[in-house]
């Protein structure tokens, strides 16, 4: 190692120039008086006196001020690093403790040219969803993340699949990977977002093809996803038609996903059974802290299931009738609605049962 580099080091354990020309002569005097040190730093011996304190506080040096006159020695370096390993080492658990509670959310945007990488990106956003993923996939390639798409509907992942390239009208066996699935004869570019937070987007030749040409794009960032999840369900999800639809959940049950909550409610809504909403979340139009209504659910707008009904594409919406007012509740996000939902509880209204 040449002498720059050894100064730059030690710069980085905040030593300014002059106290590097100081400790490096040092090192190559072994032990001098501060005389001899200034003369040989080109320092005056005033500021060697001053240097020497600060350099034996930080254990580089020390100064044997008991004779006269007083002498300054370099400490042994497998000292000096076993002095600055153990400080770093006390300041590790702190600055993880710090960095753990201000760590910013990842934004990564990654341009993904082949692929390969593109399905084990698939793979990877499917088995790290905990409540939504939304994908669209050419049919003939559905195999490859299959086991994947089953493993998360079997952990209650809300799926929505959509696969492109295929005749709707056949048996396309989608029995268990995906809530609701619809076909379009069409290829579509190949899209997968999870959890709102985290999405691919790749051209159909990329997934068709691995000498393509093509690039894929994936990110993660919570400000774009949903505008992916908008294009799925405003321009993709309405031309497809619907094959597959899950059986009723047993009830009561209980939705983090809004989406998840509203299929299940539109499900036994259909199926005859009247079902209530116990909604923690907050009212949208005011700034109101979280509360709750509890209420039966009188109407469902929206755009999962065919018949759709909702007012606009990515509107999916529970009307709930309580006893101080009937509210249309809506997911993360909501803004023409009239209240917020963060967390939803279905079940059974016994009571109208018994009245019906």
């Known amino acids: 190692m040449d002498d720059p580099t050894l100064s730059d080091l030690l710069r980085q354990f905040g030593l300014s120039d002059k106290e590097v020309d100081t400790y490096l002569t040092l090192l190559e005097h072994g032990e001098a008086k501060a005389s001899t040190i200034a003369e040989a730093a080109g320092v005056s011996k005033r500021y060697v006196y001053s240097i020497s304190e600060k350099l034996e506080e930080r254990g580089f040096v020390s100064v044997n001020d008991h004779v006269v006159p007083t002498t300054i020695r370099a400490n042994p370096p497998e000292a000096v690093i076993e002095t ?3 400080n770093l080492d006390q300041m590790r658990p702190e600055l993880e403790a710090r960095y753990s509670q201000a760590a910013p959310q990842s934004d990564e945007f990654e341009v993904v040219k082949s692929r390969v990488t593109v399905i084990k990106r698939i793979k990877s ?27 998360a509907v079997d952990r209650d992942v809300f799926v ?18 995906a809530s609701v699935a619809r076909a379009w004869r069409e290829l579509m570019p190949t899209m997968v977002t999870a959890d709102r937070i985290s999405s691919l987007i790749a051209p159909t030749e990329m997934i068709s093809r691995s000498n393509s040409g093509k690039q894929a794009i994936a990110f993660t960032q919570e400000q774009l996803s ?5 294009s799925f369900f405003g321009n993709y999800w309405p031309s497809a038609t619907e094959v597959y639809v899950t059986e009723p959940g047993d009830l009561p049950g209980t939705y983090t996903d809004f989406r998840s909550a ?13 079902v209530s909403a116990r909604i923690r979340g907050r009212p949208v139009h005011s700034d109101s802290e979280t509360t709750e209504i509890d209420g039966r659910i009188v109407e469902v707008r929206q755009g999962l299931l065919s018949p759709i009904n909702n007012d606009f594409p990515v509107q999916n919406a529970l009307v709930v009738e309580t006893d101080d007012g009937t509210y ?11 209240f917020e939902a963060e967390a939803v509880e279905l079940y059974v209204d016994e009571d109208a049962e018994t009245e019906e």
Do not use: C, K, W
């Open 226 to 230: 949903p505008v992916m999840v908008g």
């Open 328 to 338: 249309m509740v809506g997911g993360s996000g909501a803004f023409v609605e009239d």
């Open 262 to 274: 509203v299929l299940q409610a539109t499900l036994h809504l259909r199926a005859g059974f009247p």
């Open 125 to 151: 956003l499917i088995g790290g969803a905990e409540n939504e993923l939304s994908l669209s996939i050419p049919y003939e390639h559905l195999p490859e993340v299959a086991d994947e798409l089953r493993e």
């Open 84 to 86: 600055l390993s153990g």
């Open 160 to 177: 929505l699949l959509v696969v492109t390239g295929v005749d709707p009208l056949v048996d396309l066996e989608l029995d268990g990977v």
